[in-house]
């Protein structure tokens, strides 16, 4: 590994999804690490019901892991776009509550140490990328199964949606070598081979969402249906608005709606 930084260019990039350095004097925030005790992990999230338009733990810890999959989903775009290693350590980022316009609770991520690192080998990559999902992102995983008592296969897809958008999304490819990278890489992270890089798991805990696209009724463009409920419907604030374009089968949803 040899020291690096990122450029202005990728830390304005990484701000734009409310990933940035870390203020001490400007910003309060809560160290992410404490949220590895549950008891902790209930406490933040019933302090934040009405930033988030929640009323229940279910709810709320989903709605935690959707912001918190960008911790995943923001640390692999550096890695395989940039060849970076940010420091994604548990006791290096601090979480510090954010409400857009539109009344969605957006949590800023923020990194104490905003060092880098680039990646000379392929072993040096692959360790931080098990580091990242086998000890920091399936460790939360847990503490939300248990806490907030959130399937994990709910808390995976929250992960996966977020993956999947940065894959497939070509504004981050800029060249033939980071495109076959990004190939490379996106077709390890689906791989049952390397499912170790994501906990205790016989089988890879993403690859079971990356469906086909399909074209759905009242929709332009063709979408991946998801396979569990995020509920997000039963929030107050503006994202219950976005289940209008996730025509997943929402079982409980429509069994919400049956019952009135
Ligand atoms: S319809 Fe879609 S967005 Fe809405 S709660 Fe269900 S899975 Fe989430």
Redesign the pocket.
């Known amino acids: 590994m040899k020291p690096a930084s990122l450029t202005d260019e990728q830390w304005a990039l990484l701000k734009q999804y409310r990933f940035q350095k870390w203020n001490p004097s400007s910003e309060g925030g809560t160290d992410a690490m404490l949220l590895f005790d549950e008891g902790e992990m209930v406490r933040y999230l019933e302090g934040r019901f009405s930033l988030m338009g929640a009323h229940d733990l279910k709810t709320a810890g989903s709605l935690f892991m959707k912001r918190y999959a960008f911790v995943a989903a923001l640390g692999m775009l550096a890695a395989t776009f940039w060849n970076r290693k940010l420091n994604l350590s548990p006791d290096n980022l601090v979480l510090v509550d954010h409400v857009n316009e539109n009344g969605l609770w957006l949590p800023k991520v923020c990194l104490k140490d905003d060092e880098a690192g680039e990646f000379t080998s392929t072993s040096e990559k692959e360790d931080f990328i098990q580091s990242l999902f086998s000890d920091h992102l399936d460790k939360i995983i847990g503490v939300l199964k248990h806490s907030a008592k959130l399937p994990n296969l709910i808390l995976w897809e929250n992960v996966a949606v977020y993956l999947f958008w940065i894959y497939e999304n070509d504004a981050f490819v800029t060249g033939k070598t980071i495109h076959d990278r990004k190939e490379r890489d996106f077709a390890q992270l689906l791989s049952d081979e390397n499912s170790h890089w994501f906990g205790m798991y016989n089988k890879n805990p993403l690859n079971r969402y990356y469906t086909e696209k399909e074209r759905v009724e009242g929709l332009e463009d063709e979408i991946r249906v ?1 396979k ?6 039963r929030l107050e604030n503006g994202e219950q608005f ?2 209008k374009t ?1 025509p ?1 089968t ?1 079982k409980v ?1 429509r069994m919400v709606h049956e019952s009135n």
């Not at 569990?228 to 419907?233: A, D, I, K, R």
């Open positions: 998801r569990t409920c995020c509920f997000s419907y976005r289940c996730c997943q929402c949803k």
